[in-house]
Protein backbone atom coordinates (compact mmCIF):
# COMPACT_ATOMS: atom_id res chain seq x y z
CA UNK A 1 0.00 0.00 0.00
CA UNK A 2 1.29 3.25 -0.92
CA UNK A 3 2.20 6.18 1.99
CA UNK A 4 2.09 9.56 2.25
CA UNK A 5 3.24 12.32 4.19
CA UNK A 6 2.47 16.44 4.21
CA UNK A 7 5.16 18.89 4.74
CA UNK A 8 6.84 22.20 3.81
CA UNK A 9 9.30 22.85 0.79
CA UNK A 10 12.25 23.83 2.90
CA UNK A 11 15.17 24.08 0.48
CA UNK A 12 15.20 23.63 -3.24
CA UNK A 13 18.92 21.73 -4.29
CA UNK A 14 17.98 21.54 -7.86
CA UNK A 15 16.25 22.69 -10.78
CA UNK A 16 16.27 21.05 -14.21
CA UNK A 17 13.56 20.90 -17.22
CA UNK A 18 11.05 18.36 -15.79
CA UNK A 19 12.78 18.08 -12.13
CA UNK A 20 13.26 19.52 -9.21
CA UNK A 21 15.07 18.11 -6.38
CA UNK A 22 13.88 19.83 -2.97
CA UNK A 23 14.10 19.22 0.92
CA UNK A 24 10.43 18.92 2.32
CA UNK A 25 11.38 19.66 6.21
CA UNK A 26 14.65 18.60 5.55
CA UNK A 27 13.82 15.48 3.69
CA UNK A 28 14.77 14.74 0.15
CA UNK A 29 12.14 14.70 -2.54
CA UNK A 30 11.63 15.39 -5.84
CA UNK A 31 8.95 17.08 -8.40
CA UNK A 32 8.01 15.91 -11.59
CA UNK A 33 7.36 18.86 -12.83
CA UNK A 34 5.56 17.61 -15.63
CA UNK A 35 3.13 16.15 -13.45
CA UNK A 36 2.08 18.55 -11.24
CA UNK A 37 3.99 21.61 -11.81
CA UNK A 38 7.44 23.65 -10.18
CA UNK A 39 7.16 24.35 -6.01
CA UNK A 40 8.98 26.70 -4.33
CA UNK A 41 10.16 27.10 -0.78
CA UNK A 42 7.11 27.37 2.04
CA UNK A 43 4.77 25.40 -0.51
CA UNK A 44 3.24 22.75 1.32
CA UNK A 45 3.08 19.30 -0.38
CA UNK A 46 2.17 15.81 0.14
CA UNK A 47 4.31 13.17 -0.73
CA UNK A 48 5.13 9.66 -1.83
CA UNK A 49 7.13 7.94 0.82
CA UNK A 50 6.59 4.51 0.04
CA UNK A 51 10.00 3.39 -1.75
CA UNK A 52 11.94 5.27 1.05
CA UNK A 53 9.85 3.69 3.98
CA UNK A 54 10.31 0.29 2.18
CA UNK A 55 14.31 1.15 1.87
CA UNK A 56 13.61 0.29 -1.99
CA UNK A 57 14.76 2.61 -5.08
CA UNK A 58 14.51 6.42 -5.96
CA UNK A 59 18.12 6.77 -3.94
CA UNK A 60 16.50 8.01 -0.58
CA UNK A 61 14.33 10.53 -2.53
CA UNK A 62 10.17 10.45 -1.96
CA UNK A 63 8.39 11.73 -4.42
CA UNK A 64 6.42 15.30 -4.28
CA UNK A 65 2.31 14.13 -5.38
CA UNK A 66 0.67 17.27 -5.02
CA UNK A 67 1.19 20.52 -4.06
CA UNK A 68 -1.32 22.10 -1.51
CA UNK A 69 -0.27 25.83 -2.10
CA UNK A 70 -2.32 25.62 -5.36
CA UNK A 71 -5.69 24.85 -6.39
CA UNK A 72 -5.29 23.29 -10.10
CA UNK A 73 -2.34 22.64 -12.36
CA UNK A 74 -2.39 23.00 -15.82
CA UNK A 75 0.99 22.19 -18.07
CA UNK A 76 1.72 24.79 -20.68
CA UNK A 77 1.33 22.44 -23.82
CA UNK A 78 -1.39 19.85 -24.49
CA UNK A 79 -1.35 16.21 -26.51
CA UNK A 80 -3.81 14.18 -27.53
CA UNK A 81 -3.16 10.84 -26.44
CA UNK A 82 -2.26 9.81 -22.52
CA UNK A 83 0.65 7.95 -20.66
CA UNK A 84 0.48 6.69 -16.71
CA UNK A 85 -3.24 6.17 -18.21
CA UNK A 86 -6.51 5.35 -15.63
CA UNK A 87 -3.79 6.56 -12.75
CA UNK A 88 -4.70 9.98 -11.27
CA UNK A 89 -1.28 11.24 -12.30
CA UNK A 90 -2.30 10.35 -15.73
CA UNK A 91 -0.61 13.06 -18.49
CA UNK A 92 -1.54 14.40 -22.31
CA UNK A 93 0.97 14.17 -24.16
CA UNK A 94 1.51 14.77 -28.06
CA UNK A 95 2.81 11.02 -29.70
CA UNK A 96 4.56 11.18 -32.27
CA UNK A 97 3.84 9.20 -35.40
CA UNK A 98 7.25 7.91 -36.78
CA UNK A 99 6.90 5.89 -40.68
CA UNK A 100 6.65 2.77 -39.31
CA UNK A 101 10.12 1.72 -40.66
CA UNK A 102 13.32 0.60 -38.29
CA UNK A 103 15.80 2.70 -38.83
CA UNK A 104 18.56 0.48 -40.44
CA UNK A 105 21.26 0.96 -38.18
CA UNK A 106 22.90 -0.64 -35.17
CA UNK A 107 20.49 -0.60 -32.58
CA UNK A 108 22.53 -1.63 -29.02
CA UNK A 109 20.53 -3.26 -26.24
CA UNK A 110 21.00 -2.71 -22.64
CA UNK A 111 19.09 -3.77 -19.53
CA UNK A 112 21.06 -1.29 -17.27
CA UNK A 113 20.66 2.05 -17.29
CA UNK A 114 23.99 3.02 -16.30
CA UNK A 115 25.24 1.23 -19.31
CA UNK A 116 24.12 3.87 -21.85
CA UNK A 117 26.88 6.65 -20.41
CA UNK A 118 30.13 3.88 -21.48
CA UNK A 119 27.70 2.92 -25.13
CA UNK A 120 27.51 6.58 -25.46
CA UNK A 121 31.16 7.73 -24.45
CA UNK A 122 32.98 4.76 -26.55
CA UNK A 123 30.33 5.17 -29.94
CA UNK A 124 31.35 8.77 -29.92
CA UNK A 125 35.20 8.44 -29.39
CA UNK A 126 35.04 6.14 -32.45
CA UNK A 127 32.64 8.65 -34.75
CA UNK A 128 32.71 12.24 -33.00
CA UNK A 129 30.22 13.62 -35.70
CA UNK A 130 27.81 10.67 -35.47
CA UNK A 131 24.16 10.59 -34.25
CA UNK A 132 23.51 8.70 -31.22
CA UNK A 133 19.52 8.49 -30.38
CA UNK A 134 18.48 6.95 -26.83
CA UNK A 135 15.15 5.51 -26.95
CA UNK A 136 14.24 4.50 -23.06
CA UNK A 137 11.90 1.99 -22.32
CA UNK A 138 9.31 1.70 -19.25
CA UNK A 139 11.00 -0.94 -17.48
CA UNK A 140 12.55 1.01 -15.06
CA UNK A 141 11.99 4.49 -13.63
CA UNK A 142 9.28 6.32 -16.13
CA UNK A 143 9.94 9.92 -16.03
CA UNK A 144 13.33 10.87 -18.14
CA UNK A 145 13.73 14.16 -16.46
CA UNK A 146 15.23 11.66 -13.44
CA UNK A 147 17.95 10.52 -15.41
CA UNK A 148 21.39 12.50 -14.16
CA UNK A 149 23.19 9.84 -16.99
CA UNK A 150 20.83 10.91 -19.73
CA UNK A 151 21.16 14.77 -18.42
CA UNK A 152 24.65 14.55 -18.20
CA UNK A 153 25.57 12.57 -21.86
CA UNK A 154 23.12 15.48 -23.29
CA UNK A 155 25.02 18.29 -21.90
CA UNK A 156 28.33 16.47 -23.29
CA UNK A 157 26.95 16.39 -26.66
CA UNK A 158 26.71 12.38 -26.47
CA UNK A 159 23.11 11.60 -26.84
CA UNK A 160 21.40 13.45 -30.05
CA UNK A 161 17.69 12.56 -28.90
CA UNK A 162 15.82 10.44 -27.03
CA UNK A 163 12.35 8.85 -27.13
CA UNK A 164 10.38 7.67 -24.75
CA UNK A 165 8.57 4.58 -24.99
CA UNK A 166 5.38 2.97 -23.65
CA UNK A 167 4.63 4.92 -19.98
CA UNK A 168 7.78 6.50 -19.89
CA UNK A 169 7.64 9.70 -20.81
CA UNK A 170 9.91 13.00 -21.28
CA UNK A 171 11.78 12.35 -24.12
CA UNK A 172 11.90 14.84 -27.18
CA UNK A 173 9.93 12.45 -28.63
CA UNK A 174 7.09 9.84 -27.36
CA UNK A 175 5.68 6.31 -28.79
CA UNK A 176 3.68 3.74 -27.59
CA UNK A 177 5.55 0.76 -28.29
CA UNK A 178 9.40 -0.44 -28.80
CA UNK A 179 9.19 -1.11 -32.12
CA UNK A 180 7.03 2.23 -32.61
CA UNK A 181 9.71 3.78 -30.84
CA UNK A 182 12.65 2.84 -33.34
CA UNK A 183 10.18 4.18 -35.92
CA UNK A 184 10.52 7.70 -34.00
CA UNK A 185 13.94 7.22 -33.65
CA UNK A 186 14.53 7.25 -37.30
CA UNK A 187 12.84 10.64 -37.67
CA UNK A 188 16.21 12.17 -35.70
CA UNK A 189 18.75 10.72 -38.70
CA UNK A 190 20.31 8.62 -35.89
CA UNK A 191 23.59 6.88 -36.70
CA UNK A 192 23.21 4.10 -34.48
CA UNK A 193 20.60 3.84 -31.72
CA UNK A 194 20.28 2.33 -27.76
CA UNK A 195 17.49 1.26 -26.16
CA UNK A 196 17.56 -0.06 -22.37
CA UNK A 197 15.34 1.15 -19.51
CA UNK A 198 15.37 3.81 -17.08
CA UNK A 199 17.13 3.79 -13.85
CA UNK A 200 15.73 1.43 -11.18
CA UNK A 201 15.03 -1.88 -13.80
CA UNK A 202 13.13 -4.59 -11.55
CA UNK A 203 14.03 -7.91 -11.27
CA UNK A 204 13.58 -11.05 -8.44
CA UNK A 205 15.75 -13.12 -9.28
CA UNK A 206 14.16 -14.99 -12.54
CA UNK A 207 15.25 -15.20 -16.13
CA UNK A 208 11.99 -14.40 -16.95
CA UNK A 209 10.89 -11.51 -14.39
CA UNK A 210 13.46 -8.87 -14.51
CA UNK A 211 12.13 -5.79 -16.79
CA UNK A 212 15.39 -5.33 -18.67
CA UNK A 213 14.65 -7.85 -20.62
CA UNK A 214 12.36 -5.95 -23.31
CA UNK A 215 15.33 -5.07 -25.00
CA UNK A 216 14.86 -8.07 -26.71
CA UNK A 217 11.90 -6.58 -28.88
CA UNK A 218 14.27 -4.19 -29.99
CA UNK A 219 16.86 -6.28 -31.11
CA UNK A 220 14.94 -8.70 -32.62
CA UNK A 221 13.62 -5.56 -34.80
CA UNK A 222 16.96 -4.28 -36.21
CA UNK A 223 18.83 -5.28 -39.02
CA UNK A 224 22.05 -5.52 -36.91
CA UNK A 225 21.36 -6.02 -33.27
CA UNK A 226 23.87 -5.73 -30.54
CA UNK A 227 23.54 -6.71 -27.00
CA UNK A 228 25.68 -4.73 -23.86
CA UNK A 229 27.20 -7.24 -21.78
CA UNK A 230 26.37 -7.14 -18.11
CA UNK A 231 29.33 -7.61 -16.59
CA UNK A 232 30.65 -7.78 -12.66
CA UNK A 233 33.69 -8.66 -10.87
CA UNK A 234 32.41 -6.68 -7.62
CA UNK A 235 29.29 -8.38 -7.45
CA UNK A 236 28.46 -9.98 -4.15
CA UNK A 237 25.08 -11.72 -6.06
CA UNK A 238 26.38 -14.77 -7.37
CA UNK A 239 24.06 -14.89 -10.31
CA UNK A 240 25.88 -11.22 -11.32
CA UNK A 241 29.07 -11.82 -11.19
CA UNK A 242 31.14 -12.35 -14.07
CA UNK A 243 28.65 -12.11 -16.94
CA UNK A 244 25.17 -11.64 -15.82
CA UNK A 245 22.03 -14.17 -15.83
CA UNK A 246 20.56 -11.08 -17.31
CA UNK A 247 22.61 -11.07 -19.96
CA UNK A 248 22.29 -14.77 -20.96
CA UNK A 249 18.33 -14.94 -20.32
CA UNK A 250 18.33 -11.75 -23.17
CA UNK A 251 20.04 -13.77 -25.53
CA UNK A 252 18.05 -17.24 -24.80
CA UNK A 253 14.95 -15.07 -25.75
CA UNK A 254 16.01 -13.28 -28.94
CA UNK A 255 14.68 -14.70 -31.89
CA UNK A 256 17.51 -14.91 -34.46
CA UNK A 257 21.70 -14.08 -33.77
CA UNK A 258 22.93 -11.09 -31.63
CA UNK A 259 26.51 -9.67 -31.69
CA UNK A 260 27.90 -9.81 -28.30
CA UNK A 261 30.70 -7.60 -27.76
CA UNK A 262 33.78 -8.33 -25.54
CA UNK A 263 36.88 -6.49 -24.39
CA UNK A 264 39.52 -7.84 -26.25
CA UNK A 265 41.63 -10.68 -24.43
CA UNK A 266 38.62 -11.32 -22.16
CA UNK A 267 37.22 -15.18 -22.16
CA UNK A 268 35.03 -15.67 -24.96
CA UNK A 269 31.63 -16.86 -23.01
CA UNK A 270 29.61 -19.96 -24.05
CA UNK A 271 26.59 -18.18 -25.42
CA UNK A 272 25.86 -20.17 -28.25
CA UNK A 273 23.80 -19.00 -31.17
CA UNK A 274 25.13 -15.83 -30.86
CA UNK A 275 28.11 -14.02 -32.44
CA UNK A 276 30.64 -12.87 -30.27
CA UNK A 277 33.43 -10.25 -30.92
CA UNK A 278 36.08 -8.77 -29.75
CA UNK A 279 36.72 -5.11 -29.29
CA UNK A 280 39.37 -2.55 -28.47
CA UNK A 281 37.70 -0.39 -25.64
CA UNK A 282 38.99 2.73 -24.81
CA UNK A 283 39.76 4.15 -21.44
CA UNK A 284 36.33 5.20 -20.48
CA UNK A 285 37.25 5.11 -16.39
CA UNK A 286 38.46 9.10 -15.90
CA UNK A 287 35.36 10.14 -18.24
CA UNK A 288 32.86 8.54 -16.56
CA UNK A 289 34.05 9.67 -13.12
CA UNK A 290 33.79 12.92 -14.44
CA UNK A 291 30.33 12.60 -14.89
CA UNK A 292 29.87 11.07 -11.62
CA UNK A 293 28.24 8.13 -13.22
CA UNK A 294 27.95 5.03 -11.05
CA UNK A 295 25.93 1.66 -11.22
CA UNK A 296 24.82 -0.63 -8.28
CA UNK A 297 26.60 2.35 -5.65
CA UNK A 298 29.54 1.67 -7.12
CA UNK A 299 32.22 4.29 -8.64
CA UNK A 300 33.78 4.07 -12.28
CA UNK A 301 36.90 2.69 -10.91
CA UNK A 302 35.97 0.15 -8.64
CA UNK A 303 34.55 -2.24 -11.20
CA UNK A 304 36.13 -1.00 -14.03
CA UNK A 305 35.46 -4.39 -16.63
CA UNK A 306 31.17 -3.39 -16.08
CA UNK A 307 32.36 -0.24 -18.12
CA UNK A 308 34.18 -1.73 -20.43
CA UNK A 309 32.11 -4.46 -21.79
CA UNK A 310 28.89 -2.09 -22.00
CA UNK A 311 31.32 0.11 -23.77
CA UNK A 312 32.34 -2.70 -26.36
CA UNK A 313 28.61 -2.38 -27.42
CA UNK A 314 29.45 0.97 -28.43
CA UNK A 315 32.47 0.39 -30.33
CA UNK A 316 31.15 -2.15 -32.28
CA UNK A 317 28.09 0.09 -32.77
CA UNK A 318 30.30 2.61 -34.71
CA UNK A 319 32.56 0.00 -36.36
CA UNK A 320 29.43 -1.41 -38.11
CA UNK A 321 27.91 1.51 -39.47
CA UNK A 322 31.13 1.46 -41.72
CA UNK A 323 30.52 -2.21 -42.68
Not at 118 to 141: H, T
Not at 213 to 226: F, G, M, Y
Not at 313 to 319: K, L, S, V
Request: proline residues 6%; charged residues 15%; hydrophobic residues 45%.
Amino acid sequence: MPTYRSGAVTTILEERAGLQRVEVDGEKAYVLTELIGPVAVGDRVVMNTTAVDLGLGTGGWHVVHWNLSRDAWSPPAAGNELKLRYTSLQLELTVAPGNDVVPDVPIVGCTLHSHVAAIALAFKQALPNSRLVYVMLDGGALPLALSDVVHALRGEGLLDATVTAGHAFGGDAEATTVEHALAVAATFDPTAVVVGVGLGLLGVGSALAFTGRDVVHALDAASTPILAVRYSDAETRERHLGISHHTRSALAAAARPVTVPIPTGEPRPDIGGHDVVEVDVPDLISALTAMGVTSMGRAAAEDPKFWAYAGAAGTAAAAATSR
